[in-house]
């Protein structure tokens, strides 16, 4: 039997949903079957470990003199234009002034495969749609686009060159159906895939109490800092159970831009012993994992892997009410969903630590839930190979 040679492409494997659904899938695929490789436009992130030994590392191209100052001038072009932008006030997605600066100089690596996945919206679509030839091309749509700042027009042109495109949820779906309606015959819902068993396998890990006093609530949120995971209204309801009287410490997992913002509110707010950063961590899951709630504060999400696992960790959710959160969540009976305000949030929250009843019932329902994206998302995966 011939191997299907597939081709991964993704900017690099740092902590986001996009790459753990990548590593995931890479783990699942049968390898008697598919000869599979990656291409990491920067190869570098926290992910890299867990990239399984059998998987193809695809090296860098190699530039002559003529092409690296190419590149390099590319470089220059990129920041004059991104500056410009910033001055005028132009708002546009970094990776499309990226690409329309530097497009032109980047190369790929030379090789023939199958099929390529452009494994994760932009700029890696951009490149996998202008500079793979030859093969079938999937493009992988893990955020809301239209909410994040692309634009239709310049991604079209993309897409075009796209022979199937899988956002991550329906809700998703729905909405690349109605904005982008030329492409629809291209639209394949994948949702994000999670390996149970190597969630629970990595949440045994040990990483040291989190739990201070026998008295107090632990919370965790994980994600990157930035204004669309909505750590503002975090600290907000941190706040309001404060003055509650509410004993807790709140867990904030991950790095961004938005940190040194976070530290001056919980400052000005007086929650240095209450709200906690605990920066970046290849492995979350032992922290989700003693959690008593894990909180999502995102104002979007593509899908919100962080919620599936900590579903997978059997712990209670309180998520604000992004459109994608009810394919997950059902209000009262897996979760709690709050309305995008620090109050409503911190509500929520005190509701579920002080109703026995409801907390019980949620996590009943945990218990009997499986997730079984790695069986039957990579079946679909599978199908769109195979076609």
């Not at 030994?53 to 920041?79: A, C, G, H, R, T």
């Not at 629970?200 to 609530?217: A, F, H, P, W």
């Not at 059997?314 to 009976?333: A, L």
């Not at 499986?370 to 190979?385: A, D």
Request: proline fraction near 2%.
């Amino acid at each position: 039997m011939i191997k299907k040679k597939i081709l991964f492409v993704i900017e690099s494997l740092g902590c986001g949903g996009a790459e753990k659904s990548l590593i995931s899938l890479l783990s699942s695929l049968d390898k008697e079957r598919y000869d599979l490789s990656i291409w990491m436009m920067y190869p570098k992130g926290a992910f890299l470990s867990f990239l399984p030994n059998d998987v193809n590392v695809i090296k860098q191209p190699k530039y002559n003199v003529f092409e690296s100052m190419l590149l390099y001038l590319s470089s220059i072009l990129y920041s004059v234009i991104w500056r410009l932008n910033k001055m005028v006030g132009k708002s546009e997605y970094w990776g499309e002034t990226y690409y329309k600066s530097r497009g032109w100089a980047i190369k790929v690596p030379k090789g023939k495969w199958d099929v390529v996945f452009a494994y994760h919206q932009g700029l890696v679509t951009y490149v996998v749609a202008d500079k793979f030839h030859g093969c079938k091309k999937v493009g992988w749509v893990n955020a809301d686009i239209f909410k994040t700042g692309y634009s239709i027009k310049y991604n079209s042109k993309f897409y075009r060159k796209i022979d199937c495109i899988c956002p991550v949820s329906d809700i998703l779906h729905e909405l690349m159906d109605d904005r982008m309606p030329e492409f629809s015959s291209k639209y394949h819902t994948v949702w994000d895939i999670i390996n149970s068993s190597v969630i629970r396998g990595l949440s045994r890990k040990q990483v040291g109490q989190l739990r201070t006093n026998s008295d107090e609530y632990i919370f965790v949120t994980t994600g990157r800092l930035h204004v669309l995971k909505g750590y503002d209204m975090a600290v907000e309801a941190a706040h309001f159970l404060k003055q509650k009287g509410v004993k807790f410490k709140w867990y904030f997992i991950g790095e961004g831009a938005q940190r040194n913002d976070i530290e001056k509110q919980i400052n000005l707010l007086g929650l240095q012993d209450d709200v906690k950063l605990l920066g970046m961590k290849t492995n979350p899951y032992p922290y989700m994992a003693q959690a008593d709630v894990y909180i999502q504060t995102s104002r979007h999400e593509g899908f919100g892997m962080t919620i599936a696992e900590a579903r997978i960790l059997g712990i209670p959710v309180v998520s604000t009410n992004f459109d994608v959160v009810y394919n997950q969540i059902t209000h009262e009976k897996n979760g709690l969903i709050s309305e995008m305000n620090g109050v409503k949030i911190g509500e929520q929250i005190l509701r579920l630590i002080q109703d026995d009843e409801l907390r019980e019932h949620i996590k009943s329902t945990l218990q009997k839930e499986e997730n079984l994206t790695y069986q039957t998302e990579v079946r679909k995966v599978k199908k769109i190979i195979d076609e």
